[in-house]
């Protein structure tokens, strides 16, 4: 417990029915779900006579569910909880993240956070500590080449796994531009880890000396620039295209100035909703921008007598069906002798446990 001469701050119990009702009963007319899965660490703000001010969380190095009482927003509340939670991240994390409305970012760079980007009018991520959006832009600086046969474009995939159908979107944008800069999603929220899904971009599209990859980091699709958790009265569709908004934001003012993109490459989507709002935003707001969209119809292949849209979910059923014959019409050989020697019993326990649309 921490003390001040106002208010005093206590470390709830999640695992404690009693102390996250308490937190949800709060956050709950101030338009928030408190779902306490998502969260590591929570704390509550009382004043010295045991009424609860404000309430915050963190899950890694996002900080989350931030609220105050109407009644206390105009005293030091707000910034007692933000640096205490900003203090506990910085301990296991060189920096933290904030989701928040537009009309909160000058209380939070009051704080010390600076604004990254803003999806008017639902959503504003910001970020605080020793790295910081610049260092992204150096590591992208290290990485850029000029393009002396055409136009620079980029690309964006998780490969989860690597099939033919991202091998032909990355050959076609190849053929089509000087230069391809293909951005992985670094995020390990995949059946596949980053490594593994490097490694088999890295074998399938050896013969395209024109195609660099980067990786993604926390600015490019990961679990900081997709947050949802503060908008609990709005529609989610309208939520996810905002987040879409977001992340686009992102890297039209911060990555793809930095290393010249002029058009992106996508693949038409039919199955994931969040995917077809995120294209459906991309193809809004990046000619706004100067960058040309470019959606190009997913790769189809045979498969008992019918034309089937590749995708890597497919793949994923059929590692876990043992399904070897149908997999390898979906997969490059590339991937296929990664797989197998990765081995397939290892791959299934893992898509088990493991749940993910990409």
Not at 49 to 69: P, T
Not at 143 to 162: Q, R
Not at 207 to 229: C, D, I, R, W
Not at 245 to 266: K, N, T, W
Request: glycine share 6%; charged share 25%; with cysteine.
């Amino acid at each position: 417990m921490i003390e001040n001469s106002e208010f005093r701050i206590e470390e709830p119990d999640l695992s404690s029915r009693y102390d996250t009702d308490l937190i949800r009963r709060f956050l709950g007319p101030l338009g928030f779900y408190f779902d306490e899965s998502s969260v590591d660490y929570s704390v509550i703000l009382y004043t010295l006579n045991d009424d609860i001010v404000g309430v915050g969380s963190c899950q890694g190095k996002v900080l989350k569910y931030v609220a105050v009482a109407p009644q206390f927003r105009e005293s030091g509340a707000f910034a007692h909880i933000v640096t205490h939670l900003t203090e506990y991240v910085m301990q296991s994390h060189q920096q933290a993240f904030v989701f928040t409305r537009p009309e909160n970012i000058t209380r939070f760079c009051g704080i010390g956070y600076t604004h990254i980007a803003s999806a008017e009018p639902l959503m504003a991520v910001l970020e605080f500590g020793y790295k910081s959006i610049k260092d992204y832009q150096q590591y992208l600086k290290s990485l850029k080449e000029e393009s002396v046969l055409g136009e620079t474009a980029a690309i964006v995939m998780n490969c989860n796994p690597f099939t033919l159908g991202h091998q032909f979107l990355i050959e076609k944008a190849s053929a089509e531009n000087g230069l391809v800069y293909l951005f992985v999603v670094e995020e390990d929220r995949s059946s596949f880890s980053f490594k593994d899904r490097w490694a088999m971009i890295e074998a399938g599209i050896a013969h395209l000396p024109n195609v660099k990859m980067v990786k993604g980091g926390e600015y490019v699709v990961s679990g900081a620039t997709f947050p949802n958790y503060f908008l609990k009265n709005e529609n989610p569709d309208v939520i996810t295209q905002k987040q879409a908004e977001l992340d686009i934001a992102i890297f039209c003012e911060h990555i793809a100035p930095v290393l010249g993109i002029q058009s992106r490459y996508v693949g038409t989507e039919d199955y994931c909703n969040t995917t077809a709002f995120y294209n459906k935003a991309m193809q809004l707001i990046l000619p706004s921008k100067g960058i040309s969209y470019t959606e190009v119809k997913r790769k189809e292949v045979e498969l008992e007598g019918n034309a089937e849209y590749v995708s890597a979910s497919k793949v994923r059923a059929f590692i876990k069906q043992n399904d070897e014959p149908r997999m390898r019409q979906f997969l490059p050989e590339t991937t296929i002798t990664y797989l197998r020697e990765m081995g397939i019993e290892r791959l299934q326990e893992k898509m088990m446990v493991t749940k993910s649309r990409h």
